[in-house]
């Protein structure tokens, strides 16, 4: 029903407009009136051009509150009410008003507002204009547990790509998003729009498809809230305060150092401080302690301290100290050695160490901890924890004491400390699952779960992320297929599939939760399957695999100079680490995959050895192998420097010793990677297009070699471990591939051995068209009439054969995986891998399992 104008809100609004003189664009008046306890406002904009985006905040008697809102929303603390308008009356016309669609609300009381302000002026129009409006606000609106944020794009350009990140009280959660998609850290949330809502265009509201969602405690509101990195109501940052009571504790003949009291946050949180030395940026560090070296003896110094934010904003500075540095001539004799050096506790990547305090006749300035030759930290007391290290690998730690006046000890006795297993009790079991399975293989990452494998996996390795060709960086965001020939050269060349790594909407039936998506989160796809999964079974680790045969061909491009390495590090940290996703049909976008990877897995198919058609090889390979992965451990090591989590970095590497010499220095890179997939399949097969060897069957993942096996050379799981052990890699930082697939030729005689070593046909008919002489193990099986499974005890191996003249197939099952996992236990390997997950029911995974228990 239409709602008319009362004569005395006409009178009102008449006489606001007559006497008011012209206002600059952008000025509302505001006009209440009350009937019983009922309140109207109406709004009018007197003005020549339209004003989009408004709010009122005003104020009521002690007591009085308000509810109720028609054509609003409102929210009241204490006696101030914010009123904002639904989205159809959010902007108005030069010369209009709100009529008849004027907010209302209902008073517990017949009262009165005690001030009214309207976009920050008053709303009768008296005093000055409003303050001018930030380009984008988001306002926040909930009403018990229904939260919402409404963008508001005050510019005079279109808005292209947003996100809210807000931090909620502890305890609260929030859920439930409709036009957007939330992801929760802790207390901090990050809010991202569904694809209709990325542009705001200059005027324009999200209303009224503004991002809604549920928050556990009815009426919780955030505690900060920063829209593309900018406060939500547009207010600058306010710096941090200055750090105080900077002191200095210690000092020698050569150093300084200095404490100072936390600063107060600003407006975004603090990440660190500046210490200046007079005007010099002397140190910068994230705790409240420096030590200033390298200065001079005897001479004076003045220190400042400032904090610094998130955006790299600085504080004022802390009140000066001035500091004078000792003489050495006023001691000569060093302190005795520190003595009793232990380890009190390690994990993967970190070893603590104690000791007992030496003494000095002037004092002890602190400690000198080195690893080997290299000074690892410098403490004050008598614990230090050396972080940064390698899992599974030996380090000799030494202490020296330096006193008041920089005399040092001599060494401590060396202690030999080993860091724990990156899979610190029982074993790994690291899975692959292809991007490309949820299509013919219809193997989606809820199979995962219902198979049983996510319970018994410790790790998972996404396969496979791709280097683009004339950027030379990680490539993601596009989605092309590969030519169906495995011999094109040129056949992984700007390849990807982000539709299926997060474009791709899920139904209930294929999502790890059973909730389907709608098709407008900005996290579709494998990846937010992979989140579901992870939110599942916690204890999961999930990488991102880079290369595999068809992706290598630029792995070499990328490796060959100091200043590819970094910016191909950099990309791919910077998409699969941090999450920043390009934006592909609606989804992606600024930290969307942040959380999902725990880590990188290099999958080089080979350096400086033969491998795809067409792939780039160097002599210089085996050098800049090494190099790029002392990069990636450099870059994920600086990123657990400021986010606490250390990031897993492991490899796919051969079994083949020619192609272990042309491309890997094992005992170099083993300081680097936290586990070796050793590859343990494919030793022989025929090839999808009879490429590979096609005239003669073998055994494709034999555990030993094979005294009738007409190869020369050929291959073994054993061989190709102990090349890995003999070059001094830690046996807990070796897994054995196995295969979850078999290999198959066709036209086999019996030749007295059931097929075994015999001539062939060419490859048998695979599971897929394009797949010629591959089946997954579950698929074999069924599809593969009247082929009897038999195990060669000498060399450890699984086949099974159709008969005289059919087909032949070599792959693993429970028998050969039990009996490769008592050898790798009994070898004190880390564990399995397993190419690839889809080819399983469920029935291999739980016979590892059981076989490693």
């Given at each position: 029903?239409?709602?008319?104008?009362?004569?005395?809100?006409a009178?009102?609004?008449?006489v606001?407009?007559?006497?008011?003189?012209?206002?600059?664009?952008g000025?509302?008046?505001?006009?209440f009136?009350?009937?019983?306890?009922?309140?109207?406002?109406?709004?009018?904009?007197?003005?020549?051009?339209?004003?989009?985006?408004?709010?009122?905040?005003?104020?009521?008697?002690?007591?009085v509150?308000a509810?109720?809102?028609?054509?609003?929303?409102?929210?009241?603390?204490?006696?101030?009410?914010?009123?904002?308008?639904?989205?159809?009356?959010?902007?108005?016309?030069?010369?209009?008003?709100?009529?008849p669609?004027?907010?209302?609300?209902?008073?517990s009381?017949?009262?009165?507002?005690?001030?009214?302000l309207?976009?920050?002026?008053?709303?009768?129009?008296?005093?000055?204009?409003?303050?001018?409006?930030?380009?984008?606000?988001?306002?926040?609106?909930?009403?018990?547990?229904?939260?919402?944020?409404v963008?508001?794009?005050?510019?005079t350009?279109?808005?292209s790509?947003?996100?809210?990140?807000?931090?909620?009280?502890?305890?609260?959660?929030?859920?439930?998003a409709?036009?957007?998609?939330?992801?929760?850290?802790?207390?901090?949330?990050?809010?991202?729009p569904?694809?209709?809502?990325?542009?705001?265009?200059?005027?324009a509201?999200t209303?009224?498809y503004?991002?809604?969602?549920?928050?556990s405690?009815?009426?919780?509101?955030?505690?900060?809230?920063?829209?593309?990195?900018?406060?939500?109501?547009?207010?600058?940052d306010?710096?941090?305060?200055?750090?105080?009571?900077?002191?200095?504790?210690?000092r020698?003949?050569?150093?300084?150092?200095?404490?100072?009291?936390?600063?107060?946050?600003?407006?975004?949180?603090?990440?660190?401080?500046?210490?200046?030395?007079g005007s010099?940026?002397?140190?910068?560090?994230?705790?409240t302690s420096?030590?200033?070296?390298?200065?001079?003896?005897?001479?004076?110094?003045?220190?400042?301290v400032r904090?610094?934010?998130?955006?790299?904003?600085?504080?004022?500075?802390s009140?000066?100290?001035?500091?004078?540095?000792?003489?050495?001539?006023?001691?000569t004799?060093?302190?005795?050695?520190?003595?009793?050096?232990?380890?009190?506790?390690?994990?993967?990547?970190?070893?603590?160490?104690?000791?007992?305090?030496?003494?000095?006749?002037?004092?002890?300035?602190?400690?000198?901890v080195?690893?080997?030759?290299?000074?690892?930290?410098?403490?004050?007391?008598?614990?230090?924890?050396?972080?940064?290290?390698?899992?599974?690998t030996?380090?000799?730690?030494?202490?020296?004491a330096?006193d008041?006046y920089d005399?040092?000890?001599?060494p401590?006795?060396?202690l030999?400390?080993?860091?724990?297993?990156?899979v610190?009790?029982?074993?790994?079991?690291?899975?692959?699952?292809?991007?490309?399975?949820?299509?013919?293989?219809?193997?989606?990452?809820?199979?995962?779960?219902?198979?049983?494998?996510?319970?018994?996996?410790?790790?998972?390795?996404?396969?496979?992320?791709?280097?683009?060709?004339?950027?030379?960086?990680?490539?993601?965001?596009?989605?092309?297929?590969?030519t169906?020939?495995?011999?094109?050269?040129?056949q992984?060349?700007?390849?990807?599939?982000?539709?299926?790594?997060?474009?791709?909407?899920?139904?209930?039936?294929?999502s790890?939760?059973?909730?389907?998506?709608?098709?407008?989160?900005?996290?579709?796809?494998?990846?937010?399957?992979?989140?579901?999964?992870?939110?599942?079974?916690?204890?999961?680790?999930?990488?991102?695999?880079l290369?595999g045969?068809?992706?290598?061909k630029y792995?070499?491009?990328?490796?060959?100079?100091?200043?590819?390495?970094?910016?191909?590090?950099?990309?791919?940290?910077?998409?699969?680490?941090?999450?920043n996703?390009?934006?592909?049909?609606?989804?992606?976008g600024?930290?969307?995959?942040a959380?999902?990877?725990?880590?990188?897995?290099?999958d080089?198919?080979?350096?400086?050895?033969?491998?795809?058609?067409?792939?780039?090889?160097?002599?210089?390979?085996?050098v800049?192998?090494?190099?790029?992965?002392?990069?990636?451990?450099?870059?994920?090591?600086?990123?657990?420097?400021?986010?606490g989590?250390?990031?897993?970095l492991?490899?796919?590497?051969?079994?083949?010793?020619?192609?272990?010499?042309a491309?890997?220095?094992l005992?170099?890179?083993?300081?680097y990677?936290?586990?070796?997939?050793?590859?343990?399949?494919?030793?022989?097969?025929?090839?999808?297009?009879?490429?590979?060897?096609?005239?003669?069957?073998?055994?494709?993942?034999?555990?030993?070699?094979?005294?009738?096996?007409?190869?020369d050379?050929?291959?073994s799981?054993?061989?190709?471990?102990d090349?890995y052990?003999?070059?001094g890699?830690?046996?807990?930082?070796?897994?054995?591939g196995?295969?979850?697939?078999?290999?198959?030729?066709?036209r086999?005689?019996?030749?007295?051995?059931y097929g075994?070593?015999?001539?062939?046909?060419?490859?048998?008919?695979?599971?897929f068209?394009?797949?010629?002489?591959?089946?997954?193990?579950g698929?074999?099986?069924?599809?593969?009439?009247?082929?009897?499974?038999?195990?060669?005890?000498?060399?450890?191996?699984?086949?099974?054969?159709?008969?005289?003249?059919?087909?032949?197939?070599?792959?693993?099952?429970a028998?050969?995986?039990?009996?490769?996992?008592?050898?790798?236990?009994?070898?004190?390997?880390?564990?399995a891998m397993?190419?690839e997950?889809?080819?399983?029911?469920?029935v291999?995974?739980?016979?590892?399992d059981?076989?490693?228990r």
């Amino acid at each position: 029903m239409r709602r008319l104008v009362t004569p005395l809100i006409a009178v009102l609004v008449t006489v606001a407009l007559c006497a008011l003189p012209a206002h600059a664009a952008g000025r509302l008046l505001a006009t209440f009136s009350l009937s019983g306890t009922t309140g109207t406002f109406v709004v009018a904009n007197p003005g020549t051009t339209a004003v989009t985006g408004w709010s009122i905040v005003f104020e009521l008697p002690a007591g009085v509150t308000a509810s109720g809102a028609q054509h609003a929303t409102i929210r009241q603390s204490g006696t101030r009410v914010t009123l904002t308008p639904a989205y159809y009356i959010n902007t108005l016309q030069p010369g209009r008003n709100t009529e008849p669609y004027s907010p209302r609300i209902t008073l517990s009381a017949a009262a009165q507002p005690t001030s009214c302000l309207i976009n920050g002026a008053n709303c009768d129009g008296s005093g000055g204009d409003p303050p001018a409006r930030p380009p984008v606000t988001a306002t926040y609106d909930v009403s018990g547990t229904s939260a919402k944020f409404v963008i508001a794009n005050n510019g005079t350009a279109p808005l292209s790509g947003w996100s809210i990140v807000f931090e909620l009280p502890a305890g609260v959660t929030a859920s439930g998003a409709q036009h957007g998609s939330l992801s929760q850290s802790g207390r901090t949330v990050t809010l991202t729009p569904a694809h209709y809502n990325t542009t705001v265009n200059a005027g324009a509201t999200t209303e009224p498809y503004s991002p809604s969602f549920t928050v556990s405690a009815a009426n919780a509101e955030p505690t900060s809230c920063r829209i593309n990195d900018v406060n939500c109501d547009g207010a600058p940052d306010a710096p941090p305060g200055a750090p105080g009571n900077l002191r200095s504790p210690v000092r020698t003949t050569r150093t300084v150092s200095l404490a100072w009291d936390a600063a107060a946050p600003g407006s975004l949180p603090i990440t660190g401080y500046e210490v200046h030395n007079g005007s010099t940026l002397a140190a910068s560090v994230t705790g409240t302690s420096a030590v200033v070296s390298g200065l001079t003896p005897s001479t004076g110094y003045t220190f400042t301290v400032r904090a610094k934010d998130r955006k790299g904003t600085l504080s004022a500075a802390s009140a000066p100290l001035t500091v004078t540095t000792r003489n050495p001539a006023d001691d000569t004799q060093p302190p005795t050695v520190p003595g009793g050096l232990r380890s009190t506790a390690r994990t993967s990547s970190s070893v603590t160490l104690a000791w007992n305090a030496s003494s000095d006749g002037s004092g002890i300035a602190g400690y000198d901890v080195y690893t080997g030759s290299t000074l690892a930290t410098t403490v004050a007391g008598t614990t230090a924890v050396v972080s940064g290290l390698s899992p599974s690998t030996g380090y000799a730690f030494t202490v020296r004491a330096r006193d008041l006046y920089d005399n040092l000890s001599a060494p401590s006795a060396a202690l030999q400390v080993t860091t724990a297993d990156i899979v610190e009790t029982g074993y790994a079991r690291v899975g692959y699952f292809v991007q490309w399975g949820i299509y013919g293989r219809q193997y989606f990452v809820r199979n995962l779960d219902t198979t049983g494998a996510a319970a018994r996996l410790t790790h998972i390795n996404y396969a496979f992320a791709n280097i683009d060709p004339v950027n030379l960086t990680c490539l993601q965001g596009v989605t092309k297929g590969t030519t169906t020939n495995p011999q094109d050269p040129d056949q992984g060349d700007g390849a990807g599939d982000a539709e299926a790594d997060y474009g791709r909407p899920f139904s209930a039936a294929q999502s790890v939760d059973g909730v389907a998506d709608t098709g407008w989160e900005q996290l579709r796809g494998n990846f937010n399957q992979l989140r579901k999964l992870k939110a599942k079974h916690p204890h999961l680790k999930v990488l991102i695999s880079l290369g595999g045969w068809t992706y290598s061909k630029y792995f070499s491009d990328v490796a060959a100079t100091d200043a590819a390495r970094r910016k191909f590090v950099a990309s791919c940290i910077d998409i699969y680490i941090k999450g920043n996703l390009p934006v592909y049909n609606g989804a992606g976008g600024p930290g969307t995959g942040a959380g999902i990877f725990d880590g990188i897995d290099l999958d080089w198919e080979w350096p400086g050895a033969e491998g795809h058609p067409g792939n780039h090889v160097s002599p210089n390979d085996k050098v800049n192998n090494t190099l790029l992965i002392a990069e990636f451990r450099r870059q994920l090591d600086a990123l657990t420097a400021t986010t606490g989590k250390r990031y897993q970095l492991t490899a796919f590497t051969p079994a083949d010793p020619a192609k272990i010499a042309a491309g890997w220095d094992l005992s170099q890179v083993a300081k680097y990677l936290d586990i070796f997939n050793v590859q343990g399949y494919d030793f022989h097969g025929a090839g999808s297009d009879n490429s590979w060897e096609p005239n003669r069957t073998g055994h494709q993942g034999n555990l030993y070699l094979d005294d009738d096996s007409p190869y020369d050379p050929d291959f073994s799981v054993e061989q190709a471990i102990d090349v890995y052990l003999r070059a001094g890699v830690h046996p807990r930082k070796l897994t054995i591939g196995l295969a979850y697939y078999g290999r198959g030729w066709q036209r086999v005689p019996d030749g007295g051995t059931y097929g075994e070593w015999q001539s062939a046909g060419g490859a048998a008919p695979g599971q897929f068209q394009e797949e010629a002489g591959t089946r997954g193990y579950g698929n074999l099986l069924a599809m593969v009439p009247g082929c009897t499974v038999r195990h060669d005890e000498q060399a450890v191996a699984t086949y099974c054969h159709t008969g005289d003249g059919g087909q032949w197939w070599t792959f693993d099952d429970a028998w050969s995986i039990g009996r490769k996992a008592a050898w790798l236990r009994s070898k004190g390997l880390l564990g399995a891998m397993m190419w690839e997950m889809s080819g399983d029911t469920g029935v291999l995974t739980a016979a590892l399992d059981s076989a490693l228990r």
